[in-house]
């Protein structure tokens, strides 16, 4: 059984380092990290913009006028509305630095392939198309998946013809900057003539651009799948499985699906922006970014704060007691690697269902909270991952968030407690056992 | 001067490990610089490096780090997981040393 484990272990290890080190998985993990100053910063403006009191608003147009809102649109119509144009180019720019070829150019031509594929006009109030724009509706969340898919494309193309060595030779002595410059034609030449190409097609097929086409039958799905409640559950199971192993889970499903739940978020701040009020089940969005972040993986991924209160309170063992004083501050702030192993949880198998089991019922009650309209749902406004849980709560969704989070931190106290107890037990007797052999050895 | 990286996720939980194991080196008159940095940060700052190590929860990434620093005579492992889960900089430091010799 021992042998089995080790080995799927190893397996594991294997598929999930071959999975990692995937140019467009690293691309895609890398590339989103650079949307994080963006909407980190453009929360801090909303967050100003939609304060949860009633009588915010008058009271704000009471002070600065009746348009006091507007400059702060400017900031968040600059950073949540162009996420997708932020992603397209990070990631272009991670996938083609990864392989060695000039990052910016490629930055520059995914950017430009996506817009060729974005509609080039808004409809107004009338129905009449107006030009002259790009859409903020394509260019931010809902451009997400596309921008992924175009960005990757590109970047490969770009890469291919570096490899394959297409590109204008220039003669010694030219500065750099030209040559990249020149380096980048052919590229830009092969893909803007496929996106060219594919624009024509697509519209002459679906009557639509292909991020309008790709949002509908690829993101709307993903959207709806990552929402559901076996969803939410699945997502916080399989971040505690991959711990288990010893893997980063959270950085490992997070990764592949922090670009769907980014666009959750995005997509009820598209319902806030309309002056609309969100209401789960019908507009609203339950499994966001933030649900991700700041419930599923509160105080370390498994919600392990539970275990550090256990052994703060009731440790018996000198190991325990130790890690209890270590792990508490980094678990404030949602780091738990000391208990992940320290404890340790990898490869242990009494912790195993207390370690799953706790974010499962977390990702379930947050739904539940959200479904049944106790807790907000949330929209753009986020903070960082690190921010100590209650805090994150009251700040993302008022004092209901928080004592969602309080019950859930609670709860996890609770059914971590017997587990601990056992395993500190077991130290403890380990330990009277090594200080009697001490003793032997004294006489 | 020893020069070492320790990468893990988001260079949070490794940037913990950075001062116990600088006290270490302090203790064993060590002169050692060390850095914590998230994954994406590292592949950055591999150059001049002697010692990247790893923590236990990123091993996966071993194999492409171990192929960025081919020919840089850069030593590459994985911190042992007892001595990161209990933040323990002393053993962390030997295992440093031991990369080295």
New interface residues.
């Given amino acids: 059984m021992a042998g089995n484990s080790s080995n799927f272990n190893t397996n594991l290890q294997k598929y999930v380092a071959k999975f990692t080190s995937l140019k467009g998985v690293i691309a895609l993990k890398d590339g989103i990290v650079y949307t994080m100053p963006v909407s980190l910063i453009g929360s801090i403006f909303l967050m100003i913009r939609f304060m949860p009191f009633t009588g915010y608003d008058e009271f704000m147009a009471g002070i600065f006028g009746p348009n006091w809102a507007e400059p702060l649109n400017q900031v968040t119509g600059a950073t949540f509305d162009i996420l997708a144009l932020v992603s397209v180019m990070a990631i272009a720019y991670v996938y083609a630095k990864a392989s060695k070829a000039e990052p910016l150019s490629c930055a520059f031509l995914a950017l430009v392939n996506f817009i060729i594929l974005i509609p080039a006009y808004i409809n107004d109030a009338a129905g009449t198309a107006v030009g002259g724009v790009i859409p903020k509706a394509w260019a931010g969340g809902q451009g997400m998946i596309a921008a992924i898919i175009v960005a990757l494309v590109t970047a490969e193309i770009y890469c291919f013809c570096n490899r394959k060595g297409l590109r204008i030779k220039m003669p010694d002595g030219v500065p750099e900057g030209v040559i990249n410059a020149f380096s980048a034609l052919i590229p830009a030449l092969f893909t803007m003539t496929l996106s060219f190409i594919i624009y024509i097609i697509v519209k002459a097929i679906t009557q639509v651009t292909l991020i309008e086409w790709i949002y509908q039958v690829l993101q709307v799905p993903l959207q709806g799948l990552s929402d559901s409640f076996i969803g939410c559950i699945l997502m916080a199971f399989l971040i505690s499985f991959f711990w288990w192993f010893g893997i980063h889970g959270a950085n490992l499903v997070g990764g592949i699906i922090g670009s769907i739940t980014l666009a959750n978020s995005l997509a009820n701040q598209a319902v806030i922006d309309a002056g609309e009020t969100l209401v789960a089940g019908q507009n609203a969005l339950i499994v966001t970014d933030q649900i991700r972040n700041n419930f599923i993986a509160m105080t370390g991924s498994g919600i392990s704060i539970g275990i550090v209160v256990g052994a703060i309170l009731f440790a018996k063992s000198k190991q325990y007691k130790e890690l209890g004083r270590l792990s508490l501050v980094p678990g404030l702030f949602n780091i738990n690697e000391p208990i992940v192993f320290g404890m340790p949880i990898v490869m242990n198998t009494r912790m195993f269902w207390p370690f799953t089991l706790v974010p499962v019922m977390c990702a379930a009650i947050s739904y539940i909270a959200t479904a049944v309209g106790f807790m907000p749902a949330f929209g753009a406004a986020a903070v960082p991952w690190t921010t100590p849980p209650i805090i994150s709560g009251f700040l993302l969704g008022g004092w209901r968030a928080a004592l969602v989070q309080i019950i859930i931190l609670a709860l996890a106290c609770v059914i971590y407690l017997p587990f601990f107890k056992q395993m500190d037990a077991e130290a403890f007797a380990r330990e009277a056992a090594a200080v009697d052999e001490d003793d032997d050895d004294d006489f | 001067m020893i020069n070492v990286l320790l990468v893990?996720?988001?260079g949070?939980?490794t940037s913990?490990l950075v001062q116990r194991t600088l006290d270490a080196a302090k203790k064993r008159g060590v002169e050692i610089s060390i850095s914590a940095m998230?994954?994406?940060e590292a592949?950055k700052h591999l150059d001049g490096c002697d010692v990247i190590l790893l923590?236990?929860?990123?091993?996966?990434?071993?194999?492409?780090i171990t192929k960025l620093t081919e020919g840089k005579n850069i030593k590459v492992d994985i911190i042992n997981?007892?001595s990161?889960?209990?933040?323990d900089g002393n053993d962390v430091l030997s295992q440093v040393l031991r990369m080295l010799e």
Avoid: D, T, W
């Avoid at chain 2, 923590?55 to 492409?64: I, T």
């Fill in positions: 893990c996720s988001a949070m939980s913990m998230s994954e994406a592949k923590g236990p929860q990123v091993r996966f990434l071993l194999k492409g997981s007892v990161y889960g209990r933040l």
